[in-house]
């Protein structure tokens, strides 16, 4: 396996009828709780079932509330759509990207239970937003790549009623309103951030034995060459020869060579700074010699999250071409167990000179991505830093599931993260990066330690990333709690979210202007 293109699944094309005109197996359109009336769009519907949305309505059966469960199906003989789909979607005032991103996701997984293929997707243009239209037909297209996503390249097809159902592979988009112009770009733009974070779950979801650091940088010299990318990947003995201690040491314990891939889009002016995305690539963690637990040993397949957001925000900007120079790197290997395994108590030396004393080898990912700071400040002197990591379970018992923990050195940025956050979905919220914490990563035999200890082990944790940036406005996402697990949007499935792919690409679009 390596570049499938099973991330770029659904064909998008704007709609060319009304939404009670065009001949499709489904078409869904988000209905708010709060309003009396019924757009245009959704009295053509409505009449075209007989009435039957102002009578669910009427009888309380539909209420429009921001719910999977809160839905009206109607299906139908004649000329338009076999069946319309009318879907809650909240309080108007509430509205947002992610409220269409949910709708969509609504619609899709209510034709995969349909086992329908294709849908018309009606959405409401965004009241408060600069293109109200142009932002929620992005949004749009978005919720389908991302619901119609399921990974099934390991799975044997099965026969009859143990085949999976079929996948939604066809869509049409409209607005509910006036549709203004520029539907065409939307599709592109959302299309192209579906397909970016999809590509980063399919590398989430293939196992340890498959997503070794190797794959990742094949993975990504195809996706290069398939979209015009500049690749470098450095090996153990490039890692040696810039002097990559740190990383080296976290692949010492696995037979597994470790790989750094830095993957360039050169869409500014020639010597413009470039903006820089930085994953931690870790393909399975096993804790090294201070070994973690069993139970759910196998979810850390999924501790290469942040390196496979990097190639996903990659491969999203290599379709859109924005015009920015970027720079995506992601330091890759295995954290295992053998003879030569970094033990707890060892002095390591990072790219920067900077001496470690390793207190616990689970603590590894700020191990690689020192090297990768350094290397990446270093040689690129990039205009901003960004680096993405499930780094610390702190960051889970802090913010949950529902937002990455945010920290950096340059105020300005962390704001501009925090918007790219909200709009796309894909929240973060600041925590403090003040000296005071410092202490706690002193050491008695080296320049410092790689863990603070409790409390504020999310803190301590980017501040020692914070000693590797150089001279660089830089800030940190902590995605342990938001890179995966159980899903928490009904565009998403159990396991791999691609967080904070999206999140990453809007910050890119918002400086590229």
């Not at 050195?409 to 993260?417: A, F, G, N, R, Y």
Request: charged share 25%; hydrophobic share 40%.
């Amino acid at each position: 396996m390596s570049y499938v293109r099973t991330e770029d699944l659904v064909e998008i094309t704007p709609a060319s009828a009304g939404a009670s005109e065009e001949p499709v197996a489904l078409v869904a359109i988000g209905v708010f709780q709060d309003t009396e009336t019924l757009t245009a769009s959704q009295e053509a519907l409505d009449e075209l079932v007989g009435g039957g949305l102002t009578r669910a309505r009427d009888r309380g059966d539909f209420r429009g509330r921001d719910s999977d469960d809160d839905f009206a199906l109607f299906h139908r003989d004649g000329d338009g759509p076999q069946r319309v789909l009318f879907v809650g979607m909240g309080k108007v005032e509430k509205a947002d990207r992610e409220t269409v991103r949910k709708l969509a996701g609504r619609a899709v997984r209510r034709a995969e239970a349909l086992s329908v293929t294709e849908l018309h997707l009606v959405v409401p243009a965004l009241v408060g937003e600069e293109d109200g239209a142009f932002e929620a037909v992005r949004a749009g297209a978005e919720g389908i790549h991302l619901a119609a996503f399921d990974f099934r390249e390991l799975k044997t097809p099965g026969e009859g009623d143990d085949a999976p159902k079929p996948l939604v592979d066809r869509a049409l988009l409209s607005v509910d309103g006036d549709a203004g112009s520029g539907l065409d770009e939307a599709i592109r733009v959302g299309s192209a951030f579906g397909a970016g974070e999809n590509l980063a779950r399919v590398l989430q979801f293939r196992p340890g034995n498959v997503a070794t650091p190797s794959h990742l940088a094949e993975v990504a010299e195809a996706m290069a060459a398939d979209l015009g990318l500049e690749i470098t990947v450095l090996g153990p003995d490039e890692m040696e020869a810039e002097g990559m201690g740190a990383l080296l040491s976290v692949a010492a314990g696995s037979d597994e060579e470790p790989r750094m891939i830095v993957l360039e889009h050169r869409g500014g002016d020639e010597g413009e700074a470039p903006l820089a995305l930085v994953g931690k690539g870790l393909t399975f963690d096993t804790g090294g010699i201070s070994l973690k637990p069993p139970k759910g040993m196998e979810d850390m397949k999924f501790d290469m999250s942040g390196g496979a957001a990097v190639l996903g925000a990659m491969k999203a900007i290599g379709m859109l071409r924005p015009g920015v120079n970027v720079v995506g790197v992601v330091p890759s290997s295995e954290n295992m167990v053998n003879g030569k395994a970094t033990k707890p108590g060892d002095v390591i030396r990072t790219r920067q000179g900077k001496t470690v004393e390793v207190i616990n080898t689970d603590a590894e990912g700020r191990l690689i991505l020192a090297d990768a700071l350094s290397y990446t400040a270093d040689h690129f002197k990039p205009a901003a830093m960004v680096d993405c990591a499930t780094l610390t379970g702190a960051c889970v018992i802090a913010l949950g599931h529902q937002a990455a923990a945010l920290l950096g050195s340059d105020d300005d940025l962390v704001e501009e993260l925090r918007g790219a956050g909200d709009r796309s979905g894909e929240r973060c919220w600041p925590l403090p990066l003040w000296d005071a914490y410092r202490s706690q990563l002193e050491s008695p035999v080296a320049d410092l330690k790689n863990v603070g200890g409790r409390p504020a082990g999310s803190i301590t944790a980017a501040l020692f990333l914070s000693e590797f940036k150089g001279d660089v406005p830089w800030a940190h996402l902590d995605i342990a709690g938001t890179a995966y697990g159980e899903p928490r949007a009904p565009y998403q499935r159990k396991g791999g979210f691609g967080f904070p792919t999206r999140l990453l690409l809007e910050w890119v679009r918002t400086r590229s202007g």
